[in-house]
């Protein structure tokens, strides 16, 4: 049996005192030349910086602290990072790619499996894309989580519809979603698909996560009716219908009626809506447009589907109801639908804008209507946060009449610092935008949400939130 040659090592006491600082499994190597160079464990040479390391037997000083270098560089030495080799590194990446591929295509199966669901417990309802679904599932998922364990992570972050909305719209779209998120939207669809009826349950979820109340439209059956229709279809003259625009009724869009008229067919006007206020008097409840238009192309008559028995406050509720989902609908007009209908909420947003000096309105504030709020959705938001009243007292005594001073993104971003930090100082909050106005205010926020990715509200409550604590802690200080 052959004896294996013993293994060379350098003669140097130096380069031996080196190689056993080295990593198990590394060790010198004659590479011919008087020079020793270092293998691995596999007999590949240890490079730096793309060259194999190289020393000779007999080192010079500057020479030896070199060499030294580049082994602690190439992290042979016991007590470094652990070294991989190029291959090793390369495995790690393949592996990683096929993790993450795997990973995005699972995410990608479980939110196709939850789109079908949602598409297949909505088709009854008009499908997933009827406009406002996002932000009704986000009222609806918003109860849902306050309702979950307090361990639970979703519980612990989504406190208001508004941060759950965007995730419905990628939901909705397909997209994947965080896993806790995920959770909650598997939550919510199983609710429905094991309700006796889904379409019921549905609009029962959305009227109470919104707070509304029951919005039927109560109608009499038309006198000797001999069917289950609540109307009658009859040819009445224009001259005969009324609109309420005082109560719940839009201004006409004339560029609208005009371009309209200029190709007026009237095979495509169908009926309009109205309610029956005496023998000779109808106001219209849908179809004001079309009225105009037929009124404008010299036309003396209109089809209309005739309601009777409604007060005002139901043919503002009916007023709502066909228009619920039309884009073209300003919020203001909603507003003063819901004012009209009796809507509770409505009622309880008029009654705290009053009190604080305001007014909702369609026109922004200006020196001729300094008390003017035009927005509407922002306020809405407020209040739903519950924390409108308080908005409203700091912004009448920081920032009434002032440019900007009833800004949307004032009452959202200000609304908000309420809404997290219910412990907020509020004399501190009014001083500084006072100090600073709304103008810079807003200006601060625009260039945070540029810098930082994020939209206008949450770098208003950022900025707020930051000028606040460290007035905080100025006054604790001294």
Known sequence: MAVAAPR??????????????????????????????????????????????????????????SFKAQVLEAQIVKGTKIRFNDEAVEARKRANAIRNRDMVARRQTEANALLTRYRAVFRSMGGIDVPGLAAD????????????????????????????????????????????????WVKLVEHLENAPDPMGEWYTLVRESRGLPSDTVEVRLPQGSEDEWPFRVELIPLSSLLVDRDAYQ??????????????????????????????????????????????????????ASIYVGLDVQSEARFFLRKNRDRKTMHPYYTYRALLTSGDEEALAIESIVTKH??????????????????????????????????????????????????????????????????????????????????????????????????????????????????????????
């Open 357 to 478: 000096g305001y007014k909702l309105a369609i026109g922004a504030p200006r020196d001729d209507r300094t008390s003017n709020i035009a927005a509407i959705a922002a306020v809405m938001t407020a209040y739903r946060r519950d924390v409108l009243d308080a908005t409203l007292a700091i912004l009448k005594a920081a920032t009434y009449g002032r440019a900007g001073g009833q800004d949307s993104i004032m009452i959202r971003g200000l609304s908000r610092v309420l809404l997290e930090r219910p412990d907020a100082d509020h004399e501190v909050l009014t001083r500084h935008l006072t100090e600073n106005g709304p103008a810079l205010m807003l200006g601060r926020a625009r260039d945070m949400k540029r810098s930082s990715n994020t939209n206008a509200e949450i770098a208003l409550a950022r900025i707020l939130l930051l000028d606040h604590d460290r007035e905080v802690r100025r006054r604790r200080a001294a």
């Open 250 to 303: 839009r201004p006409v869009s004339w560029p609208f009626v005009r371009r309209e008229a200029s190709r007026f067919d009237p095979s495509l006007v169908g009926t309009i809506d109205v309610a029956q206020r005496s023998p000779s008097s109808f106001a219209i409840l849908d179809g004001q447009q079309r009225s105009e238009i037929v009124r404008l192309v010299g036309k003396q008559s209109i089809w």
């Open 8 to 65: 060379q090592r350098p003669g140097s006491k130096d380069l031996a005192a080196i190689e056993r600082t080295f990593k198990q499994g590394y060790r010198f190597e004659r590479s011919g030349g008087g020079h020793w160079r270092i293998v691995d464990r596999n007999g590949r040479f240890v490079e730096h910086r793309g060259r194999p390391i190289s020393v000779s037997d007999s080192p010079s000083p500057d020479s030896l602290n």
């Open 137 to 184: 599932l986000a009222h609806v998922a918003a109860v849902i989580a306050r309702e979950m364990p307090n361990d639970d992570t979703i519980a612990r972050r989504i406190r208001t519809p508004d941060l759950l909305t965007g995730n419905a719209h990628r939901m909705l779209n397909g997209a994947p979603v965080d896993s806790e998120y995920h959770a909650l």
